[in-house]
């Protein structure tokens, strides 16, 4: 059964700093992987998809990579800014399916 | 791209009554639909299976009687929280896969429904 971790569960950086969030999912088999955002009391945003072929997407300040064999992802925000502070979702369909197993978020805090 | 849109984005009921949800695919039909569901502060976990033309499959430990689901047409499902009680409140989500067969796009995503049963 697959199984999505994020670490950490929380997070809070002063304004400007890079950082790394980390999504790890237990089994492999997947078609790809995704990260959201989501605003306190609001829905979701989708950040980024990467396909299981692919090894990374880069969107504007975000980057987020993909290792299948180790069952890892991370998503690498650069120049952090308050407005970044939301609660991040990584999620993944298991193979043949689009019901996705979502991990345990982390919120983060971009501190002014 | 394509849409889902999710109606209502919040709700207030009593308890003992019952609340529907909506779930549109806009641009694009939807054979199956998901519904999902978050607790305060915790992750979304996927509750049923809604099938244009069948049965919802219901995953374990989700009551069928509690959340019924029907899927009305091609562009429409509908979650009804039956008998709704406090412990019911919760934000629930809906999404739908791309029209065609291809697994390597993401799946769209409502806006959410925040329910808050008193």
């Known amino acids: 059964k697959q199984e999505v971790t994020q670490i950490p569960a929380a997070l809070s950086v002063p304004e400007g700093e890079n950082l790394v969030l980390n999504c790890s999912f237990t089994?492999?088999?997947?078609?790809?992987l995704q990260w959201f955002r989501q605003d306190p009391g609001k829905g979701l945003t989708s950040l980024l998809l990467i396909q299981s072929s692919q090894r990374e997407q880069t969107s504007g300040r975000l980057n987020a990579s993909l290792d299948k064999s180790s069952g890892r992802s991370t998503l690498y925000i650069a120049a952090s800014q308050p407005g970044d502070s939301a609660t991040y979702l990584c999620a993944v369909p298991p193979s043949g399916t689009y019901k996705y197993i979502f991990g345990t978020g982390t919120r983060l805090k971009v501190l002014a | 791209g394509a849409v889902v849109s999710q109606h209502p984005s919040r709700v207030i009921c009593k308890s003992g009554t019952s609340v529907k949800i909506e779930c549109r695919s806009l641009d694009f039909q939807a054979t199956t639909m998901f519904w999902y569901r978050q607790f305060p502060k915790k992750s979304l976990m996927l509750m049923a299976t809604?099938?244009?033309?069948?049965?919802?499959?219901?995953e374990q430990g989700v009551e069928k009687d509690k959340f019924l689901i029907n899927h009305a047409s091609l562009t429409l499902s509908t979650l009804t929280v039956t008998s709704a009680h406090p412990e019911d409140s919760s934000f629930y989500i809906c999404?739908?896969?791309?029209?065609?067969?291809?697994?390597?796009?993401?799946?769209?995503f409502g806006q959410g429904t925040r329910l808050t049963v008193v």
């Open positions: 809604s099938n244009e033309g069948s049965k919802a499959t219901y």
């Open positions: 089994d492999s088999a997947i078609y790809n």
């Open positions: 999404s739908a896969p791309p029209g065609l067969p291809d697994l390597n796009t993401e799946a769209f």
